[in-house]
């Protein structure tokens, strides 16, 4: 536009020429005399302006002035989109399901949902349109590298992190957040159905698809490449987009990922019916029950000799002798046996779902061992909060919550996701009490299967478990890097180093490659 503007102009005997940060321009008049320069007042536009004045003062003279107005504008704006991106673009973006709602300059430094902008960039956000309600946040940095990076969510959703979104974009990724579209779902529980289908997939596939049109649209090309990072409900979301939409990214990297979401929340119903009221065991309780099952199995096969961590190297393999705690009730070894074993249909007898590995009582503050874990899904279910387990009819909860929420569950059915080159990471710990490691076992497992043999699944997907590690205390892992290596180099990851963190004392472990058989 500005180029064409300028074409005209010197048909009409203006001249006018462009260098890398200056427009200069002249009016030819009969007579001409030499003037001074002539740039923008400090603050104005980073623009400026070299001006040989006419003779005449009149016609000319509005000229000028009209022209220095007009051109700095347009100049101004050539520079803006070339540095960064099209703002214009994105604002008349058309978008299928979702609206945009506000473009917004961050400048470097700026504090932005807990997190420091390096650099400067574009926050846009944009909400689905009903019956949904997701909010999506993209953050698209000055100088992007090419990728665009998909951030799970956790638990039930709810919050859109914008810390997410900024934190990508400092590191060059045209980042994107969405909150699941599951806040104050109780409002307005005619739209239920519509959350729960956002929360098991929906909502990040519509954050993804929009994501890159929106990156596209503000880069002008589309993304060299795309990866996804999200632990618990993000890792869900993660194994779902692998199996549903295949096609969305090259790598996908998760940790500590819920793959049987009825198969979880079911147990989390049992075991709150198991501990009620709560608080049966004392912390003094668990950690010693804890310390006792580790020492019964220090000299187990594979176990450190000489270990003083806190911990088993293999919990799936520990072994318990009840007889030795002593320090509980009967009633208190009871409910232990029960924690420890898988849970049955009350009526039936028939397994539901998996219990918990001897050794993991203290992982997660214990709560395993107190009240159990707070379930939203059974809300979602009854159509109410503030269930009471104990009061819940397990047999017949089992079966129909299995049968309404069997869509959120993630599938090992990966035949696409293979074919197209993508790449999956999966690291869990191993005394996980929120999200068990039986559950990844018997999906990835499953996944072999389905793939013909676990060497060609190892391939594609590999799955890394950490000795010690629960829902939150495993650090050290890069795992958007060692993902974007294994896409772009082609070389997967053998042996992945980490951290876990117990009593405030960090461990350095190696997280191992498993390998069903």
């Known amino acids: 536009m500005l180029f064409i503007f300028i074409f005209i102009l010197e048909k009409f005997g203006i001249q006018c020429g462009k260098s890398a940060f200056f427009l200069n321009f002249s009016i030819r008049s009969p007579k001409r005399v030499k003037g001074k320069s002539h740039r923008l007042p ?91 309600k997701v909010n999506i946040a993209i953050c698209l940095p000055d100088e992007w590298n090419g990728i665009f990076l998909g951030n799970g969510n956790g638990g039930m959703g709810q919050n859109l992190s914008l810390k997410a979104a900024v934190g990508g974009a400092n590191g ?73 939409d ?19 929340h079911t147990r989390f119903v049992f075991e709150r019916a198991l501990l009620h009221p709560g608080n049966r065991f004392s912390d003094a309780q668990i950690r010693r029950i804890t310390e006792e099952i580790v020492a019964q199995n220090r000299g187990n096969a594979g176990e450190p000799a000489g270990s003083q961590k806190p911990y088993l190297k293999y919990p799936e393999r520990a072994k318990v002798d009840y007889s030795k705690f002593g320090f509980l009730t009967k009633e208190q070894v009871e409910i232990l046996k029960k924690v420890h074993s898988p849970f049955l249909d009350p009526k039936t007898g028939a397994f539901v779902t998996f219990g918990l590995p001897p050794s993991c009582e203290i992982a997660d503050n214990g709560k395993s061992l107190k009240m159990g874990f707070g379930d939203w899904m059974s809300e979602w279910f009854f159509r109410k909060s503030g269930v009471d387990a104990s009061k819940v ?39 996980d009490t929120i999200v068990p490691a039986d559950y990844i076992r018997e999906w990835y497992g499953l996944l072999c299967k389905n793939v013909g043999s676990v060497p060609k699944t190892a391939e594609f997907a590999r799955l890394f478990m950490v000795p010690g590690g629960w829902h939150g205390n495993i650090s050290g892992v890069d795992m958007l890097g060692t993902i974007r290596k294994w896409v772009e180099t082609g070389t997967p990851p053998e042996q992945i180093k980490a951290n876990v963190i117990i009593n405030n004392k960090r461990y350095p472990e190696d997280a191992e490659l498993y390998l069903p058989r």
């Open 393 to 431: 009819d397990l047999h017949s909860y089992a079966r129909d919550f299995g049968k309404r929420f069997a869509a959120a569950n993630a599938a090992p059915n990966l035949g696409k996701f293979r074919k197209l080159g993508g790449k999956l990471l999966i690291i869990q710990g191993k005394i």
């Open 246 to 264: 295949p096609g969305e990214y090259d790598g996908i990297a998760v940790f500590y990922p819920v793959s049987d979401r009825t198969g979880l």
């Open 42 to 132: 400090r603050g104005g536009l980073p623009v400026g302006f070299l001006v040989e004045k006419s003779a005449e003062s009149g016609f000319f003279k509005r000229m000028r002035k009209a022209l220095y107005l007009v051109l700095s504008a347009a100049f101004a704006a050539e520079l803006l989109a070339s540095a960064g991106g099209n703002v214009e673009r994105v604002k008349k973006l058309a978008l299928e399901n979702v609206e945009i709602t506000a473009v917004e300059r961050i400048e470097p430094g700026a504090e932005i949902g807990g997190a420091k902008a390096a650099g400067g960039s574009v926050l846009v956000k944009a909400r689905a349109k009903p019956p949904s």
């Open 172 to 244: 060059g990724y045209a980042s994107a957040h969405c909150d699941l579209g599951t806040d104050k779902w109780w409002v307005d529980q005619d739209s239920l159905d519509a959350a729960i289908a956002d929360f098991g997939h929906d909502a990040v596939c519509m954050m993804t698809r929009a994501g890159k049109k929106i990156a596209e649209a503000y880069y002008g090309r589309p993304p060299e490449r795309s990866y996804y990072v999200g632990g618990s409900t993000g890792g869900q979301e993660g194994l779902s987009m692998a199996e549903r």
